[in-house]
């Protein structure tokens, strides 16, 4: 048996990103993680950056390939009725988002972490939480069992953290969205330098990237919608006419990955129980419309770590008590910011002619206004970390 101060499930960018912060304030932590380390450093997830995350990757020096590598964007553009129109973030609120895969994220923190001398374990089966409730929990696992005086759940929606507390404890709010999004990886530079999200009469495109030799683009689709359903030729044809604007043209090229991904909101409140504390997607998925996701996850370890290094210095309870209210406040702000965007942009099937006129009303209301443009570009390069 092993101990440490904090145990961490899950070796994604919530639980590697506080395993930092704990290492850079001189507490021990434990990293388990289930997937091998190939696997974790390859799943394509989120890719937008928002300044604060980019500001706090920085403070932990983990940030050199993504200032080499990674794109920064001064803005959007919102594409309807065949116009693209760009909200400058840079003249609106002075910030701006950076382009860089999470999977190239969850590298750069691997590696600095081990380098450090960081205890990641990999392919730790059977991971089980106990004495939650207690002061002494521990996390057992095939071959093993780690105690520790408190447990980080940042293992995902799927992960043993959040059902591992008593059933009736936590309040669930979820809602499945009418649709899901196709997303390819292309070996093609991406067709536009900045992103492009498009609202048409026949669904929602997003035209992205992660490299300036790799295009990440995203396709609205139905909830039940089969893969198979849709070869090379079909995809680029459908973005080609979701996305099409006079003297413009979509370059395809070939698919490197592909996949669909439902669209929901879940929050599970409140985020800690006991000695178990949820951060990430273990407490709450947003739709990815807002590009949150990731920020999400690594604003709320910010907050966990700060809360534990009061704690451990001096005792000081106050944050952690405070945890789950404070990043709450921020993820309730994210999901209504999300579900705009995807209000927004997509088109309902269940609208019926008079909700798609208010939908276009509120499109060109958003890039008429001086105001709305300002909300959306706040609320897209972030809040402030805290």
Request: net charge negative; proline share 4%; charged share 25%.
């Amino acid at each position: 048996m092993s101990r440490t101060t904090v145990g961490i499930v899950g070796a994604g960018p919530a639980g590697l990103v506080l395993s930092h912060l704990l290492a850079k304030a001189g507490i021990e932590s434990v990293v388990l993680e289930l997937r091998d380390r190939a696997y974790v450093e390859s799943r394509v997830r989120a890719g937008v950056l928002e300044q604060c995350t980019v500001e706090l990757l920085d403070e932990l020096d983990v940030t050199d390939r993504l200032h080499r590598e990674g794109l920064v964007h001064h803005g959007v553009n919102l594409q309807f009725d065949g116009r693209r129109h760009r909200i400058d973030f840079a003249a609106l609120t002075g910030r701006s988002i950076t382009v860089y895969g999470q999977q190239e994220v969850v590298k750069d923190l691997i590696a600095a972490r081990l380098a450090d001398g960081g205890d990641i374990r990999f392919e730790v089966e059977d991971v089980q939480l106990h004495g939650i409730d207690g002061e002494e929990p521990s996390i057992s696992y095939r071959g093993g069992r780690l105690r520790c005086d408190v447990i980080a759940g940042c293992d995902g929606f799927h992960g043993v953290s959040r059902p591992s507390i008593p059933a009736g404890t936590l309040s669930v709010y979820e809602h499945d969205h009418p649709f899901a999004w196709l997303g390819i990886l292309a070996a093609v530079a991406p067709s536009s330098p900045e992103l492009v999200y498009a609202s048409s009469d026949r669904g929602f495109a997003l035209l992205s990237a992660r490299s300036p030799t790799v295009s990440r683009c995203y396709l609205q689709v139905g909830p039940d919608e089969e893969l198979d359903a849709w070869p090379d030729d079909r995809i680029w044809d459908e973005l080609q006419r979701r996305t099409a604007i006079d003297g413009w043209t979509l370059t395809p090229g070939p698919i490197l990955e592909r996949g669909i991904t439902a669209m929901r909101s879940f929050v599970c409140e409140p985020m800690r129980h006991g000695r178990l504390f949820l951060a990430g997607d273990a407490a709450h998925i947003v739709p990815p419309t807002g590009a949150k996701g990731m920020n999400l996850a690594i604003a709320d370890v910010k907050v966990l770590a700060d809360a534990l290094a009061r704690w451990v210095r001096g005792g000081d309870e106050a944050g952690l008590d405070a945890y789950s209210d404070r990043c709450l406040e921020r993820v309730w702000r994210a999901q209504e910011f999300a579900t705009f965007m995807t209000a927004l942009l997509h088109l309902d099937p269940a609208a019926d002619e008079y909700s798609r006129r208010l939908q276009r009303a509120r499109q060109r209301y958003v890039v008429s206004s001086t105001a709305m443009a300002t909300a959306l570009a706040e609320n897209y390069v972030g809040l402030p970390l805290g």
